[in-house]
């Protein structure tokens, strides 16, 4: 995976930040790590998550929300993801987690495909320098090849790009200046343009991942096309 530079946000991206769930876990831990799971698989139901066999969402997550920040024990925690409301677990995993440190727990893949996996990805999310943003970017699209993520500043015209990216790769979070993006998609191969969403903010201080999410070529009954979702990542949520 290469990249040199990253400023992109699609316009029509929604803010998918549930903070309904937060402090679920019970306080008063010394020891505290925060993880956020993201629903990212385009063509999975709704599902609970269990954090050491307790469920610890409220309502279904469903494509392609997330929990917010839940502050977890550090330590080996098991995380399982059910399918709503059952108990046929399609993802189980136990996962380390470091006192003090964020992570980001995407369930990426396809059903239709056998493929359900979880994407583990530590967060960063010390401060931008003053009048910068951070931003990282994710594949998450199962039957989408490799793609390049070229961004153009509105003001000034730079461009900045990820090369190469395949299914569940991911780069860390990259400073850029605050400012308007617009934003291409392409594939590596033969730089044919997938998705080109004009005109996103992003704020002096803010913290965004971006995903590549849904379908190349959805399944029969499935409308999860090609697009991209952005979270974002607050140390308060």
């Given at each position: 995976?290469?990249?040199?530079?990253?400023?992109?946000?699609?316009?029509?991206?929604?803010?998918?930040?549930?903070?309904?769930?937060?402090?679920?876990?019970?306080?008063?831990?010394?020891?505290?790590?925060?993880?956020?799971?993201?629903?990212?698989?385009?063509?999975?139901?709704?599902?609970?998550?269990?954090?050491?066999d307790t469920k610890v969402n409220s309502t279904a997550l469903v494509y392609p929300e997330n929990t917010g920040y839940l502050t977890v024990e550090a330590g080996t925690r098991n995380f399982k993801v059910n399918a709503t409301g059952?108990?046929?677990?399609?993802?189980?995993?136990?996962?380390?987690?470091?006192?003090?440190?964020?992570?980001?727990?995407?369930?990426?893949?396809?059903?239709?495909?056998?493929?359900?996996?979880?994407?583990?990805?530590?967060?960063?999310?010390?401060?931008?320098?003053?009048g910068n943003a951070k931003i990282r970017f994710v594949h998450l699209s199962p039957d989408a090849p490799a793609v390049d993520v070229v961004a153009t500043s509105v003001a000034t015209g730079d461009q900045a790009?990820?090369?190469?990216?395949?299914f569940r790769e991911f780069t860390e979070f990259i400073e850029v200046p605050a400012g308007a993006y617009d934003l291409q998609v392409l594939l590596t191969a033969d730089g044919t343009e997938v998705l080109n969403i004009e005109g996103q903010a992003l704020q002096s201080g803010g913290i965004y991942t971006v995903f590549a999410k849904g379908f190349v070529t959805p399944p029969e009954g499935n409308t999860n096309m090609l697009g991209a979702e952005i979270i974002e990542n607050h140390e308060n949520k």
């Open positions: 995976m290469r990249f040199m530079v990253l400023a992109v946000m699609p316009a029509t991206m929604l803010v998918s930040c549930d903070e309904d769930d937060d402090d679920v876990m019970p306080p008063g831990q010394d020891d505290e790590a925060r993880v956020m799971v993201v629903h990212a698989s385009p063509d999975a139901t709704g599902v609970d998550l269990l954090v050491d059952t108990e046929t677990t399609v993802i189980d995993v136990n996962q380390n987690l470091m006192k003090d440190q964020s992570y980001s727990i995407f369930a990426s893949g396809s059903v239709m495909d056998s493929d359900l996996q979880p994407l583990v990805i530590t967060d960063d999310l010390t401060a931008p320098a003053n790009m990820f090369e190469d990216m395949s």
